[in-house]
């Protein structure tokens, strides 16, 4: 019976602290104020990429992004192992000037969100290139 207790502790621990983490990742990156500034309702019509990486200020989120191109903006739902943050739905304006970077030695673009910048988001060059004719600056 010992065990089995110490067993569920240790599960609710490491919930916890993937609880906390995840909380203090989106603080870090900005995630959580570009969720207030740009809620999205729905995901849009348009092309969809599934398990993308994206950089969101100093946070990497590795092959956990939903991604949905679409005319009126960019789609981006982040959902790591053990949390999910809110989707996002940032209109193709708020994308500030493309700037060269790296993610996981492979190149990359980062762009600042809004005006003045909430955060700062990154993708890689495959990515970029694909929603690259929506953005106005492009």
């Known amino acids: 019976m010992a065990i089995c207790t110490s067993g569920i502790v240790i599960a609710a621990l490491a919930c916890g602290l993937s609880f906390f983490l995840f909380g203090a990742f989106g603080r870090v990156s900005g995630l959580n ?81 809004g005006a003045p910048p909430v955060t700062t988001v990154a993708f890689k060059q495959g990515l970029f290139a694909k929603f690259k004719p929506y953005l106005p600056a492009a």
């Open 33 to 113: 104020r570009l969720a207030e500034r740009y809620p999205a309702t729905s995901r849009p019509e348009g092309q969809r990429l599934d398990k993308q990486t994206v950089q969101v200020g100093a946070v990497r989120y590795r092959r956990c992004v939903e991604v949905c191109i679409s005319p009126a903006g960019l789609y981006l739902w982040v959902h790591p192992f053990a949390s999910r943050y809110p989707p996002l739905m940032i209109p193709w304006g708020e994308f500030g000037r493309p700037q060269r970077t790296m993610i996981y030695w492979q190149s990359a673009v980062k762009m600042g969100v």
